[in-house]
């Protein structure tokens, strides 16, 4: 278990968990990973009952804090969410909102009630996931939406530009390579000739 443990606090070092489940990783690091994944589950819901003001458990709570009602006709929201992680105004909002609803609901009507119930004698890998999982959550209900921090992908890309902000040379060099590539597929797709004449030539031998 050391290798496997140093492995994990290596992984924990690159991916910054939320720090309400600092408790559930020190439990990873102890191999009480059935306990890790219980107080995982505990952080988030009590996380959404503060934050929505309700007194309602898993799947009800994650229902019910999250959902709001919207009239296509107007355009506008006609019944706020007690728990908004982004403004709504847009489709791509709305979406984002309904989404992780179902997300969380998932989250509790499944892994939850089944850890909660039952002995999981699942491992390190199955805990990882439910913390993993639980960071997303809890850091959108902190406010960072993927729709306010993300961006369209522009229709036409500058790979000189992508070249020049990477700071490693040997991703530098797998790009130039990844691009070559490309375009030996694009020209062999637009001038297949060559490649018919030849198995023509292999029927007639």
């Known amino acids: 278990m050391p ?28 191999s009480e990973f059935e306990a890790a994944a219980r107080e995982t589950f505990v952080v988030v819901e009590t996380t959404l009952k503060k934050k929505s003001g309700l007194d309602l458990h898993g799947f ?3 229902t019910k804090a999250l959902s709001f009602e919207f009239d296509k006709k107007t355009g506008k929201i006609t019944k706020a969410p007690l728990i908004a992680i982004n403004d709504l ?3 791509s909002e709305r979406n ?26 699942a491992g390190v890998d199955n805990t990882l996931s439910v913390i993993i999982e639980a960071s997303f959550f809890l850091r959108l209900l902190d406010g960072h939406s993927i729709t306010k921090n993300g961006r369209w992908i522009p229709s036409k890309v500058s790979y000189r530009e992508i070249y020049n902000s990477m700071p490693k040379r040997i991703d530098r060099w797998r790009l130039i390579r990844l691009l070559k590539k490309r375009e030996h597929l694009f020209r062999k797709q637009k001038n297949p000739e060559h490649l018919s004449s030849g198995h023509t030539d292999q029927k007639q031998e």
């Not at 994990?8 to 559930?24: E, G, N, Q, T």
Request: aromatic share 16%.
């Open 89 to 91: 105004v847009t489709e």
């Open 60 to 62: 009800d709570l994650a």
């Open 96 to 121: 984002e909102q309904d989404g992780i609803r179902y997300m969380l609901m998932g989250f509790f009507q499944g892994p939850r009630n089944l850890y909660q119930h039952r002995h999981i004698g």
């Open 3 to 30: 290798y496997s443990l140093d492995k994990i606090r290596d992984f924990f070092d690159v991916y910054h968990v939320h720090s309400s489940l600092k408790r559930a990783i020190n439990l990873v690091y102890k």
